[in-house]
């Protein structure tokens, strides 16, 4: 099992900014890619930002240039800045990781997510 704490969400005028941060622990092994999704009611939940276990980061249209994913790989904790804030980015967000349980090719792959944190942009 691998645990994911999130924390930094909360309320913002627009054109503020906010940093998100994402904890995990447990049997996390070897980390695949972590990442930050966003949900609204009604709505599919869309990738924001994700960072792969080599450094490369993909960002949704939507946000770049304003935020920022970024990982410390000795606290296993993924980050997310996200400046210049609209209020279309009002959401719930979520932290997810992938990755594989254990050492060995063959290890099972896992996929969590955090219990999420509410972003609210006014206007």
């Known amino acids: 099992q691998v645990q994911l704490v999130e924390s930094g969400g909360g309320l913002v005028q627009a054109g503020g900014s906010l940093r998100l941060s994402c904890a995990a622990s447990?049997?996390?092994?070897?980390?695949?890619?972590m990442g930050w999704y966003r949900q609204t009611p009604g709505k599919q939940r869309e990738l924001v930002a994700e960072?792969?276990?080599?450094?490369?980061?993909n960002y949704a249209d939507s946000v770049k240039g304003r935020f920022t994913i970024s990982r410390d790989n000795a606290k296993n904790t993924v980050y997310l800045q996200m400046n210049s804030l609209k209020p279309g980015d009002t959401a719930v967000y979520y932290c997810?990781?992938?990755?594989?349980?254990?050492?060995?090719?063959?290890?099972?792959?896992?996929?969590?997510w955090g219990q999420g944190t509410q972003v609210t942009v006014s206007s």
């Open positions: 447990g049997r996390i092994f070897r980390i695949n890619a």
């Open positions: 960072i792969i276990s080599g450094g490369s980061t």
């Open positions: 997810n990781i992938k990755g594989f349980a254990g050492w060995a090719i063959e290890s099972p792959a896992y996929d969590y």
